[in-house]
């Protein structure tokens, strides 16, 4: 059985910005994707790392919010927020116009984790 292997940097980054929790966890994170792009032959690039990062902390930020963010539309299913409870296209557009730098399968991929993860 073969491993997953990331075919772009940003798939290195996402893996490691993702598990993120304490300011103090940015410089261990950092030394982690620079020892984790050089194995797979990919350069740093610290702008591309913060955008991410700053992706991520929007999208945790507005999914943190349940009920009051402005993206749910209403819970279907009872008392839990589910992904059906917000208006998701409209969240990945926002994301994409306040970062437009960062691809739409990047924000698509950092959504689902951060979703998952709450």
Request: hydrophobic letters at 35%; aromatic letters at 12%; charged letters at 35%.
């Amino acid at each position: 059985m073969s491993r997953w292997k990331p075919d772009r940097a940003a798939q290195v980054i996402i893996g490691n910005v993702l598990y993120e929790i304490h300011p103090d966890d940015v410089a261990r994170s950092d030394r982690s994707i620079r020892r984790r792009l050089r194995y797979r032959g990919f350069s740093y690039d610290p702008g591309q790392v913060e955008q991410l990062r700053r992706v991520k902390d929007w999208l945790k930020e507005e999914i943190g919010l349940f009920g009051r963010s402005r993206y749910f539309l209403g819970s279907k299913n009872g008392t839990y927020a589910s992904a059906e409870d917000f208006d998701v296209p409209r969240m990945v557009a926002d994301c994409r116009a306040a970062f437009p730098d960062v691809p739409l399968a990047d924000i698509e991929e950092i959504a689902l984790y951060v979703y998952w993860e709450r």
